[in-house]
């Protein structure tokens, strides 16, 4: 059992620019959900795969989406960075619908500048 | 809305004080009710996931218990090693299949040897 590992562990990018973070689940997972923590606070939920489907969706603009792949591994993509969008990124995996435990990775530090 | 209440946002401990978090939470219906620990840098840690009122779950020296409104997380006799902080999560069963956590803002406990 490896886990969920993510990549980069941190990352700086230019204000307007895009961005991809990766995230491989925990074998055996096949539902993947993406948190934002910005500093101070709790994970905000951004939307989660099941399957390879977007299968629920929080507060977040349309150029924060994502995709998951047949080895239920998924990328988190944002277009147009903003200053705001600087915080940790969190994937974290889950059996599915039946099985409520989350497994977290370490998370990726995006600093916009 | 869905919301999570932590209190209080910092608390300092000396080692063997025992003490208790709070967790206060909205929701229109209960599918869980999870505790996790989060080191600096990293992500979250599952600790326990509580499903009705009146269970209660133990590990080590945490102990968690949920009612309709809250959740409380005991710590018994801590030591420096159980500083973190300590998040709050519920899922909501009313939001379908997606598996969202509303989590809240954390309580940052510091044990001091």
């Known amino acids: 059992e490896t886990g969920v590992t993510q990549s980069p562990t941190h990352l700086i990018k230019t204000r307007g620019q895009q961005v991809t973070l990766r995230c491989s689940s925990q074998?055996?997972?096949?539902?993947v959900s993406w948190y934002q923590q910005a500093l101070g606070q709790g994970p905000q939920f951004i939307f989660q795969?099941?399957?390879?489907?977007?299968?629920g969706r929080g507060n977040f603009p349309p150029r924060f989406s994502g995709l998951q792949f047949p080895n239920y591994s998924s990328e988190l993509n944002v277009n147009a960075l903003e200053l705001d969008d600087s915080a940790l990124y969190l994937c974290?995996?889950?059996?599915?619908?039946?099985?409520?435990?989350?497994?977290f990775g370490s998370g990726t530090r995006l600093t916009v500048v | 809305e869905d919301q999570v209440t932590q209190s209080p946002e910092a608390l300092r401990l000396q080692e063997g004080e025992s003490s208790s978090l709070n967790c206060s939470y909205t929701?229109?219906?209960?599918?869980?009710l999870f505790w996790y620990r989060q080191d600096p840098g990293k992500g979250p840690e599952f600790l326990f996931t509580?499903?009705?009122a009146g269970e209660e779950k133990e590990k080590e020296r945490l102990k968690a218990t949920l009612t309709k409104k809250e959740s409380f997380l005991h710590i018994t006799a801590p030591k420096p090693e159980d500083s973190a902080t300590y998040l709050c999560?519920?899922?909501?069963?009313?939001?379908?299949?997606?598996?969202?956590?509303?989590f809240g803002k954390g309580t940052k406990l510091t044990v001091n040897p």
């Open positions: 974290a995996s889950s059996q599915g619908r039946e099985n409520y435990g989350y497994t």
């Open positions: 074998s055996g997972h096949n539902t």
């Open positions: 795969y099941y399957r390879e489907e977007e299968n």
């Open positions: 929701v229109s219906g209960l599918r869980g």
């Open positions: 509580l499903y009705s």
């Open positions: 999560a519920v899922q909501d069963a009313t939001q379908g299949g997606s598996e969202k956590l509303v």
